[in-house]
T-cell receptor, first 113, second 114 residues
Framework: GENVEQHPSTLSVQEGDSAVIKCTYSDSASNYFPWYKQELGKRPQLIIDIRSNVGEKKDQRIAVTLNKTAKHFSLHITETQPEDSAVYFCAAIGGGGSYIPTFGRGTSLIVHP | DTAVSQTPKYLVTQMGNDKSIKCEQNLGHDTMYWYKQDSKKFLKIMFSYNNKELIINETVPNRFSPKSPDKAHLNLHINSLELGDSAVYFC?????????????FGPGTRLTVL
C-alpha cells in the first residue's frame, strides 16, 4: 500500500519567516495530494490541494509544489503569522486504486511572535 | 450549521466497559469515515462506508464495530474498552467514493479509558 513520509516533525520559525514542509510518497499511481491544518484541540481542515497534472498551486501565503518524478510534494507558507501555528498533515490518494487518503505523521509548526 | 457533528465530545470510562460514539453529517455526502488520532497526533483510518456499505476496514480489533443506519449517520461502538483505546476519534465525510474529494471532519471525541 501507499506510504507517506513527512518532515520535519516539528518546525519552529519566527513571525515573518517562511516555512516549508516536505512529504514523499511511495505509490506512483497516487494523483491527489491534499494538505490539512489542525489547530490545537480542533478538527483537521483542508487548506490546499494539488492534483498530479499540476506542478504548483498557490493560494495567498500558501503554496504547494509537486514533483511526480521524484514522488515528493511540499507545502510552503510565506510571511508566517502566529495563527499559522498548528499541526499540518499531508496526504496522498489514488495509489493502488484506492480513494482513501494515506496521511503523513504531521508537522507541528510553531510561529514565534 | 454544523456540517459533521459527533457526540459526545468527551468520554471518560473504565476498562472493560462498552461505549458508543455517534456521528451525523448534513452535507449530503455518500461516504463517511472513522479515524483514530493517538497522542502523537497520527491520523489512522479505521473504517470507511459508502452509501451505508463498508468499503474499507483497516486492521482494527473486532471490539470496534461501525454501524451506518443511513447515509447521514455512522456510529462507532467499542466493546471491552482497553487503556490503549484512549485517543481522539474523528468522524469524517466526503463526496462519493471513487473521486478525489476533501474530507470534512467532525469536532472529535476524546476518549479516556481509566
Amino acid at each position: 500500500g501507499e506510504n507517506v513520509e513527512q518532515h520535519p516533525s516539528t518546525l519552529s520559525v519566527q513571525e515573518g519567516d517562511s516555512a516549508v514542509i516536505k512529504c514523499t510518497y511511495s505509490d506512483s499511481a497516487s494523483n491527489y495530494f491534499p494538505w490539512y491544518k489542525q489547530e490545537l484541540g480542533k478538527r483537521p481542515q483542508l487548506i490546499i490541494d494539488i492534483r498530479s497534472n499540476v506542478g504548483e498551486k498557490k493560494d495567498q501565503r500558501i503554496a504547494v509544489t509537486l514533483n511526480k518524478t521524484a514522488k515528493h510534494f511540499s507545502l510552503h507558507i510565506t510571511e508566517t503569522q502566529p495563527e499559522d501555528s498548528a499541526v499540518y498533515f499531508c496526504a496522498a490518494i489514488g495509489g493502488g486504486g484506492s480513494y482513501i487518503p494515506t496521511f503523513g505523521r504531521g508537522t507541528s509548526l510553531i510561529v514565534h511572535p | 450549521d454544523t456540517a459533521v457533528s459527533q457526540t459526545p465530545k468527551y468520554l471518560v470510562t473504565q476498562m472493560g466497559n462498552d461505549k458508543s460514539i455517534k456521528c451525523e453529517q448534513n452535507l449530503g455526502h455518500d461516504t463517511m469515515y472513522w479515524y483514530k488520532q493517538d497522542s502523537k497526533k497520527f491520523l489512522k483510518i479505521m473504517f470507511s462506508y459508502n452509501n451505508k456499505e463498508l468499503i474499507i476496514n483497516e486492521t482494527v480489533p473486532n471490539r470496534f464495530s461501525p454501524k451506518s443506519p443511513d447515509k447521514a449517520h455512522l456510529n462507532l461502538h467499542i466493546n471491552s474498552l482497553e487503556l490503549g483505546d484512549s485517543a481522539v476519534y474523528f468522524c469524517a465525510s466526503s463526496l462519493p467514493y471513487g473521486s478525489y474529494n476533501e474530507q470534512f471532519f467532525g469536532p472529535g471525541t476524546r476518549l479516556t479509558v481509566l
